[in-house]
């Protein structure tokens, strides 16, 4: 018969001195496999205290019930954990049915209930619809493979790819990148964008996003939708650093229905740099989504539709999807919708926003998560 799988995590939590973005990066990761895969996840700390990382714990559980798997919190027993694991495959049922008619690419909450009383059930929080396939192009028969390299991700640098409509069919991609580290070396980045054919897009070098030096600090081209192997060259003069891999989708932007390429969160350090931010388009976003009682962020939303205005809104809700506050708008910088996010008057936890896009009568909808901490 089939065999049923899952993914387990055993983990003492992060060191004390471990960068929240590599945290969030590790968590991201492992979620994002599990589902790929329709898995759950079973975190196990065999750590013989308990709440090891208790900052965390909230995050660790969030990452493992949302996929139906569980957590198991330092001080349980090995063996006793995996013993649950095993029991709770072999009781586990599939169940199929069939989602909205969504190809935005966004997730989308499921709630599964059962009859019986006193039963307990629980399956993944949701699912990641997939893009239509109306947004890239038909798989060319007989392409060849062999012009690509193996992905890996530096350590170095956050790169940022924004997409937008281009002409005749095509997307506009731009570049740009900013150093993991404050005293990074790194002062410029090879950039190669390349067809799974072997073909060069764009080439370019470019300088980190807020350089001072005077040089390009983002590089923009056009593309047909569909992957491309994204190639770059880290250096720090002529010398070369570190080099990164990765494979992109480039979305198709002319659909008949609204698009949201990007909802991005900007973490101003003041109110005098949050006012002087909404004016400047070329804004790094954090890649953070667990943030303090005294933050107040610029949340940009990129929208798109083949004709007329795209109108966004954005609603703050509770883990019971109640609404809290309908985020204010502010004015759009470079065609992009940006909102005000104050967390002052809110308590710790988990939250969601939700983002909708509406262009005539059609309205596209998405749910992002994210966590008050401090």
């Known amino acids: 018969g089939d065999v049923t799988k899952a993914m387990i995590v055993v983990t003492e939590g ?8 590599t945290r969030t990066t590790t968590l991201r990761s492992i979620a994002r496999a599990a589902r790929l895969s329709n898995i759950p996840i079973y975190i196990v700390d065999p750590s013989p205290d308990a709440a090891v990382d208790s900052q965390l714990n909230g995050t660790w559980s969030a990452v493992s019930t949302e ?11 090995l063996h006793t954990a995996l013993d649950r694991v095993a029991a709770e495959l072999d009781a586990r049922y599939v169940l199929e049915f069939q989602g909205a008619a969504n190809d935005d690419g966004a997730f989308h909450r499921i709630e599964v209930t059962v009859k019986r009383k006193g039963a307990r059930v629980r399956a993944p929080s949701g699912y990641w619809a997939p893009f239509g396939a109306s947004r890239f192009p038909p798989v060319t028969p007989g392409r060849s493979y062999a012009n690509l390299l193996t992905p890996h991700v530096s350590g170095l640098i956050q790169p940022w790819f924004r997409m937008a409509p281009g ?3 095509t997307t506009r991609v731009t570049f740009s990148w900013l150093p993991r580290s404050a005293n990074s070396r790194a002062d410029r980045v090879e950039l190669n964008a390349i067809t799974f054919e072997g073909k060069t897009v764009h080439a370019a070098t470019v300088d980190p996003l807020r350089s001072a030096a005077g040089d390009p600090v983002q590089t923009a081209f056009e593309a047909v939708p569909g992957p491309l192997q994204i190639s770059m060259t880290v250096g720090s003069g002529p010398k070369v650093l570190d080099t990164d891999v990765r494979y992109i989708d480039v979305p198709r932007l002319d659909a008949s229905r609204p698009f949201l390429a990007a909802v991005e969160f900007i973490r101003p350090r003041s109110l005098p740099e949050f006012l002087a931010l909404q004016s400047n388009a070329g804004v790094m976003p954090t890649e953070v989504r667990e943030f303090h009682r005294q933050d107040r962020l610029l949340v940009r939303v990129r929208a798109f539709a083949a004709s007329g205005e795209t109108q966004v809104t954005v609603r703050l809700m509770n883990r019971r999807r109640e609404s809290l506050m309908e985020l204010p708008a502010l004015p759009p910088v470079d065609g992009t919708a940006q ?19 509406v262009s005539g009568v059609e309205t596209v909808t998405q749910l992002q998560t994210i966590r008050l901490i401090g």
Not at 69 to 75: A, E, R, V
């Open 339 to 357: 909102f005000d996010l104050p967390f002052a008057r809110f308590p710790r936890g988990e939250y969601l926003l939700e983002i909708k896009a």
């Open 167 to 169: 002409p005749n069919g």
């Open 67 to 77: 996929t139906g798997g569980m957590l198991f919190n330092g001080g349980t027993d």
């Open 14 to 21: 992060f060191r004390a001195s471990e960068p929240s973005r």
